[in-house]
């Protein structure tokens, strides 16, 4: 019974999560709601004037955006604060502990190596539901990410964005999960929520891979690892899209599949022998 228990105390983050964001939406529709009701209120003059500026501040993207900031930062320090006191979590640490110069390597070959299964995971996908495809090419759109990029936007998915999901997920959901469950259920656990936690169908199937990705990461290092590849992941995603345009071919793609299994590959192999060396130095000095 007391697995059982453990194991439905695992949802309680992504419920407070989830409920923190609906929070910040709500608070955000109210604040965008009074702005417009003093601007229709607001006579002529300097006060309409000041009112059109404050509108034109708060446009609807810049302020979601603002907005998601703000959850994120909000999400780090409670989130922070649960994995620090509940699962003894370390944030000053050494970095010879932290890091070894393979398992470093291994997480940069992982990005592309990564970002290429993702791409794989979605044309298949998208050949199957097409309408999923649909579905997230619009919420890109919306999202302000097809064309120039603001600051914030980056600020939030490159850097807090990043930390907030990783505290969530391999911080305390798996943490917690693996109370009760072996390792690669909880794995799978936490990268289930995790896909879900987007919201989006086209989403949710690929940051399901990239959860599972994670949490092997975080597992076989400390959390600065996972965190570090989310960073890296996101900033792969959101900045070098554009710069990496070309017409596909026969020859490209061939290319492209052999890098794809070449990066991932070796990868994985770097990671994993590099957190095995890492894990032999702290036993010598133990």
């Not at 009112?51 to 320090?77: C, G, P, Q």
């Not at 290092?221 to 900033?235: G, Q, Y």
Request: charged share 10%; glycine share 8%; net charge positive.
């Amino acid at each position: 019974m007391k697995k059982v228990g453990q194991f439905f105390f695992t949802f309680i983050p992504v419920i407070l999560a989830l409920t923190l964001q609906f929070a910040a939406a709500f608070f955000a529709l109210g604040i965008g709601g009074m702005i417009q009701s003093l601007r229709n209120a607001g006579s002529a003059g300097a006060s309409a004037g000041l009112l059109n500026n404050m509108m034109d501040l708060f446009s609807a993207r810049e302020f979601s955006t603002a907005i998601m900031l703000i959850y994120a930062l909000l999400v780090v320090m409670v989130f922070g604060l649960w994995y620090y006191i509940k699962y003894n979590g370390e944030y000053r640490v050494a970095p010879k502990k932290l890091f070894h110069p393979l398992s470093l390597f291994g997480i940069l070959l992982l990005i592309p190596g990564g970002q290429f299964v993702t791409s794989y995971i979605v044309s298949f996908t998208s050949l199957l539901f097409p309408k999923w495809l649909e579905n997230y090419e619009r919420l890109i759109e919306d999202a302000g990410l097809t064309g120039s990029i603001s600051i914030l936007m980056i600020f939030y998915g490159v850097f807090i964005g990043p930390v907030a999901e990783e505290l969530i997920f391999r911080g305390v959901t798996m943490r917690q999960a693996e109370k009760c469950l072996p390792f690669w259920a909880a794995n799978i656990f936490q990268a289930l929520l995790f896909g879900a936690y987007h919201m989006n169908m086209m989403q949710g199937v690929y940051a399901f891979f990239v959860g599972l990705l994670l949490g092997f990461i975080c597992r076989r290092a400390k959390i600065h690892n996972s965190i570090l590849f989310h960073i890296l992941f996101n900033a792969w995603g959101l900045l070098l899209p554009g710069l990496l345009n070309f017409t596909m071919t026969n020859t490209v793609a061939v290319i492209i599949l052999v890098s794809t299994i070449v990066f991932f590959t070796c990868g994985m192999l770097c990671f994993y022998f590099g957190t095995k060396k890492m894990q032999n130095t702290a036993e010598v000095y133990e």
